[in-house]
């Protein structure tokens, strides 16, 4: 019993410990929206992912076309509305992420906030 525990928390302990919080500043790039029905990205119908451009931090997170890419899933109206506002007025943003956190697969980092400057 006492070994099982242990090993419970060294997993649990292990896991906190690779995770990091960031709160980036940075200007919006590329934002691509996916179809729901497309089939060249079936794990992600309906989904946004976001560019982060001139960016204050480096996290663990996907990159494309050498930015760092943030995901948004799908029904999240406010953060696409925020996030387009700032495109368009050329603002720039502060996008929290927890890097531990992957949507919808592979190394994309999940919105957690999204605060315009």
Request: charged share 20%; net charge positive; with cysteine.
């Amino acid at each position: 019993m006492k070994l099982l525990t242990l090993l419970l928390s060294l997993i649990v302990f292990s896991s906190v410990v690779n995770a990091q919080r960031y709160d980036i500043t940075a200007d919006i790039g590329q934002i691509r929206y996916h179809e729901a029905d497309n089939t060249l990205a079936t794990s992600w119908p309906k989904h946004v992912w976001f560019q982060l451009e001139n960016i204050s931090q480096t996290p663990d997170c996907q990159k494309i076309s050498g930015k760092y890419a943030i995901s948004i899933p799908d029904g999240n109206d406010t953060a696409m509305s925020i996030l387009l506002a700032a495109k368009l007025a050329d603002k720039k943003v502060v996008v929290t992420i927890d890097d531990s956190v992957k949507f919808p697969r592979g190394n994309y980092c999940k919105l957690s906030y999204l605060t315009l400057k």
